[in-house]
């Protein structure tokens, strides 16, 4: 199927749900990522600093950068003011990287806290008993704004993967009621190529699909 069929089938999925679709373009070519926007798109996802960077220029101005990926502390310089979302908000020397960076080129950055909701199974994210500390972090910022959470669970059967969803959702919908500064709770990012429709289901405002759309990644190909 090409890019667009893909889009079409994807998009008629998620129509009337309120779900943003994030087209995960890691690894593929600019004109790949052009198809997608001919066929509608505007929301990219990147997972590395560099692939984005080099991308950004190539492509229409107006497309929306999602940074998906773990976002190391001595990147950050290199993506202000570039990106829509960063959806890997992770510690606190992050975060603080983020507002000094930011409020040098008085700009806001928009970020999602991403937990690590697999435990053991998964390497990248927040562990939850850190979550605490993260959140009052963010009240005293300025220049960063928190706009909800996100996860990558681990792989698993529907069960597993719903069980994950339900979980990130309960903390979620904890943190709605609650009240704080700078952080808001808006954006729920969880769900890819292949669990999409069970996070849906479970709550996700946003989506991150990649192979899905583009078809498998080749590494060795690069
Ligand atoms: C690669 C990636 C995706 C998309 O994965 P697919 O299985 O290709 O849909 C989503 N989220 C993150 C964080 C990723 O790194």
Redesign the pocket.
């Known amino acids: 199927m090409s890019i667009e069929q893909n889009l079409n089938r994807i998009e008629e999925e998620l129509k009337d749900k309120n779900v943003t679709l994030v087209a995960?373009s890691?690894t593929k070519p600019i004109e790949d990522v052009q198809e997608a926007y001919d066929a509608g798109i505007r929301d990219f996802?990147e997972?590395k600093v560099q692939e984005l960077t080099n991308k950004i220029p190539n492509l229409p101005q107006d497309i929306r950068w999602h940074l998906?990926?773990h976002l190391q502390r001595n990147k950050v310089k290199y993506i202000v003011g570039k990106v829509y979302l960063i959806?890997s908000l992770d510690s606190i020397r992050l975060l603080n990287e983020l507002e000094k960076h930011y409020k040098d080129q008085k700009l806001i950055a928009n970020t999602l806290i991403q937990i690590n909701i697999g435990l053991e199974e998964s390497k990248t994210g927040l562990p939850l008993e850190e979550l605490e500390d993260l959140l009052n972090a963010c009240e005293n910022c300025t220049n960063v704004k928190v706009k909800g959470l996100m996860a990558?669970i681990p792989k698993g059967d529907e069960e597993s993967c719903k069980n994950y969803f339900r979980k990130l959702k309960d903390i979620f919908d904890g943190l709605k009621k609650r009240k704080f500064n700078n952080i808001s709770m808006n954006i729920l990012s969880m769900g890819?190529?292949?669990d999409y429709k069970i996070a849906i289901k479970e709550g996700a405002t946003l989506v991150?699909?990649?192979?899905?759309i583009f078809g498998k990644?080749n590494y060795n190909n690069k």
């Open positions: 995960v890691k996802g997972n998906i990926g959806h990558v890819m190529t292949h991150r699909i990649g192979e899905g990644r």
